[in-house]
């Protein structure tokens, strides 16, 4: 193995413990130490590939998103029109959801803490961001194609993000409730045309 792939696994397998640390525990609850210890790497290994535990938290976020990013252009790519991509979009992105759980919670956890801390405003803004354009986007076609009647896309993007939230707090809370990929076409339904 040459030392670029052992920096690749020491890498991984840092993020690796440090999501199950932050799942088990919460972010705020777990030390560096423990996710070294669970890792089986040293901190020297920890700090050379990550300045604190706050850039693993981004760094899982990232990784999260641009996975879902993909799942999104997937979709996208893949539908015949709007109204098949809107309608088969919950199904598409269930996996990631319901493979992802430990990465949900940290996710809505890194939302909540960039309300307060000014050190991960700027990313949680970004990432909020970005997830509103990719809608605002779909939005827009929408109108364009006839689907949707003219709305602000912004507004409707914002919408869907709350709707998106909801579900992810109502699927942690109540995972045996209602069939959320159910509920959100449902509700995608009533939404567009």
Not at 14 to 40: D, H, M
Not at 44 to 57: E, R, S
Request: net charge negative.
């Amino acid at each position: 193995m040459t030392l670029e792939e052992k920096g690749k696994e020491t890498k991984s397998a840092i993020l690796n413990s440090a999501l199950e640390c932050f799942s088990r525990k919460g972010y705020e609850s777990t030390q560096v130490e423990e996710i070294c210890e669970n890792a089986g790497v040293t901190k020297g290994a920890f700090y050379y590939h990550f300045a604190t535990k706050q850039d693993i938290l981004l760094m899982l976020l990232n990784l999260w998103m641009e996975k879902i990013g993909g799942i999104l252009n997937e979709a996208r790519a893949e539908s015949g029109d709007f109204m098949s991509m809107v309608i088969n979009l919950p199904a598409k992105i269930k996996p990631a959801f319901v493979d992802d759980l430990n990465q949900i919670t940290i996710f809505l956890e890194l939302y909540i803490r960039g309300i307060s801390d000014p050190s991960l405003k700027a990313v949680v803004s970004r990432s909020y961001h970005d997830y509103l354009d990719f809608f605002s986007d779909i939005v827009q076609q929408g109108i364009n194609a006839g689907y949707i009647r003219e709305v602000n896309p912004r507004t409707t993007a914002r919408l869907l993000f709350s709707l998106t939230v909801g579900l992810l707090i109502q699927g942690l809370i109540d995972p045996e409730g209602e069939d959320w990929e159910i509920f959100a076409v449902d509700t995608l339904k009533l939404i567009f045309k």
